[in-house]
């Protein structure tokens, strides 16, 4: 899926992947391509992305989870 | 004009030039670093707008979208802290100004200045108003909105304002920004569209899923958005001013320069002329001895 991530300071990550697992407010959640358009909050805790060559892990502050039709986008206050 | 005159002004021109030259340098190192930071932050600031839009079937109850009897607004107008910045200042309060009046036809209106110059401006008007925010025009950073956008909220939700509207200048380039009106609370899409830029079709996200609530989304999402949206205005304006500053400060230096060349002439000519004068003495003078 197409997944873009952006902060305030500019679009940090931009590219395909093929899973993100996020914590959420209400739980860890992966987010798979195809996934139901969904809007959830953030919280404090660790990213991960699977793109098809390697595996991002990141700590992030929280944030905003957007599943769109065609793309997901992750608003994040630092990254 | 004695030659000592255009001596002095000559001088006083080229002080003026190298004043003006040096903060062209100094305004086009803030410009450039005012302008990565609008820019840079504009994507996200834009997405978070749409997703006002996204969010507007499931969240049309409640308190932050729900348009309630409109009796006092108030407006936001952000300009800059120092002036040397031609016409940025003017172009802005003017606008200001106006929609002020238009707006007051329709309901009391309260404003918020943000910068010294706007602060002043009101002032001079005999307009009244409580808070006021100065001190931003470097760059401003997240923490410095943060009291003001609070504050707008709470004031918003105890109702004390029923419409808050943010006048600001939109950085296109530089040597064009654009002042402008949005509508900041409430939430409205189609106040907001210019400013968020296109969104996808509605349609098809249509059945979103909001997690874990609604409620929370609005807690959460609601307050964040519009600091971000303030931020982002604040930091466009800032990206005006530093551009409207090296512009202008680049047609001072240039009209100076000019100013400078022009004096010369007249400087030489004045000598010349002196210098013709003195070899006619001369030469009179020893006609009349020889």
Redesign the interface.
């Given at each position: 899926m197409d997944l873009e991530i952006?902060?305030?300071?500019?679009?940090e990550f931009s590219g395909d992947a093929e899973k993100i697992i996020l914590p959420?407010?209400?739980g860890q959640i992966a987010v798979l391509p195809d996934h139901?358009?969904?809007?959830?909050?953030l919280k404090a805790g660790r990213m991960k992305i699977h793109t098809a060559g390697k595996e991002i892990e990141k700590e992030i502050e929280g944030g905003?989870l957007?599943v769109?039709?065609?793309?997901t986008?992750i608003?994040l206050k630092k990254f | 004009m004695e030659l000592k005159e255009i001596r002095l002004k000559i001088q006083s021109v080229s002080n003026i030039w190298k004043l003006t030259g040096a903060l062209e340098t100094l305004s086009a190192l803030k410009m450039k670093k005012a302008q990565k930071y609008a820019l840079?932050?504009r994507?996200?600031?834009q997405?978070?707008g749409r997703?006002v839009r996204?969010?507007e079937p499931t969240l049309k109850d409640k308190v932050r979208l729900r348009k309630r009897k409109l009796r006092d607004a108030l407006a936001v107008v952000i300009a800059s802290d120092r002036g040397f910045c031609g016409s940025f200042n003017q172009n802005i309060l003017k606008r200001a100004q106006e929609e002020i009046e238009k707006l007051e036809e329709k309901s009391n209106v309260a404003i918020l200045p943000v910068g010294k110059k706007a602060v002043s401006f009101f002032k001079k008007r005999q307009r009244n108003f409580d808070h006021f925010l100065t001190g931003i025009g470097n760059f401003g950073s997240?923490e410095e909105i943060k009291p003001m956008s609070d504050f707008i909220i709470k004031s918003y939700i105890e109702n004390r304002y029923q419409r808050v509207y943010l006048i600001w200048t939109d950085f296109i380039s530089t040597f064009c920004q654009n002042p402008k009106t949005i509508q900041l609370l409430p939430l409205e899409w189609d106040e907001l569209k210019e400013f968020a830029g296109e969104a996808?079709d509605a349609a098809?996200?249509?059945?979103?899923?909001?997690?874990?609530s609604a409620d929370?989304?609005v807690k959460?999402?609601i307050p964040?958005l519009v600091m971000?949206l303030i931020?982002q205005c604040v930091l466009e304006s800032n990206a005006s001013e530093h551009s409207a500053r090296m512009t202008a400060m680049r047609n001072a230096s240039d009209n100076a320069r000019e100013r400078v060349g022009e004096l010369t002439l007249a400087y030489n000519k004045a000598r010349q002329e002196q210098i013709t004068n003195e070899v006619c003495e001369i030469s009179s003078a020893k006609e009349v001895l020889g």
């Amino acid at each position: 899926m197409d997944l873009e991530i952006i902060t305030p300071k500019g679009i940090e990550f931009s590219g395909d992947a093929e899973k993100i697992i996020l914590p959420t407010r209400s739980g860890q959640i992966a987010v798979l391509p195809d996934h139901a358009p969904l809007i959830s909050v953030l919280k404090a805790g660790r990213m991960k992305i699977h793109t098809a060559g390697k595996e991002i892990e990141k700590e992030i502050e929280g944030g905003i989870l957007e599943v769109e039709k065609k793309k997901t986008v992750i608003l994040l206050k630092k990254f | 004009m004695e030659l000592k005159e255009i001596r002095l002004k000559i001088q006083s021109v080229s002080n003026i030039w190298k004043l003006t030259g040096a903060l062209e340098t100094l305004s086009a190192l803030k410009m450039k670093k005012a302008q990565k930071y609008a820019l840079a932050s504009r994507p996200f600031a834009q997405r978070m707008g749409r997703l006002v839009r996204r969010m507007e079937p499931t969240l049309k109850d409640k308190v932050r979208l729900r348009k309630r009897k409109l009796r006092d607004a108030l407006a936001v107008v952000i300009a800059s802290d120092r002036g040397f910045c031609g016409s940025f200042n003017q172009n802005i309060l003017k606008r200001a100004q106006e929609e002020i009046e238009k707006l007051e036809e329709k309901s009391n209106v309260a404003i918020l200045p943000v910068g010294k110059k706007a602060v002043s401006f009101f002032k001079k008007r005999q307009r009244n108003f409580d808070h006021f925010l100065t001190g931003i025009g470097n760059f401003g950073s997240l923490e410095e909105i943060k009291p003001m956008s609070d504050f707008i909220i709470k004031s918003y939700i105890e109702n004390r304002y029923q419409r808050v509207y943010l006048i600001w200048t939109d950085f296109i380039s530089t040597f064009c920004q654009n002042p402008k009106t949005i509508q900041l609370l409430p939430l409205e899409w189609d106040e907001l569209k210019e400013f968020a830029g296109e969104a996808e079709d509605a349609a098809e996200n249509a059945e979103t899923k909001i997690e874990p609530s609604a409620d929370m989304l609005v807690k959460e999402i609601i307050p964040q958005l519009v600091m971000y949206l303030i931020y982002q205005c604040v930091l466009e304006s800032n990206a005006s001013e530093h551009s409207a500053r090296m512009t202008a400060m680049r047609n001072a230096s240039d009209n100076a320069r000019e100013r400078v060349g022009e004096l010369t002439l007249a400087y030489n000519k004045a000598r010349q002329e002196q210098i013709t004068n003195e070899v006619c003495e001369i030469s009179s003078a020893k006609e009349v001895l020889g």
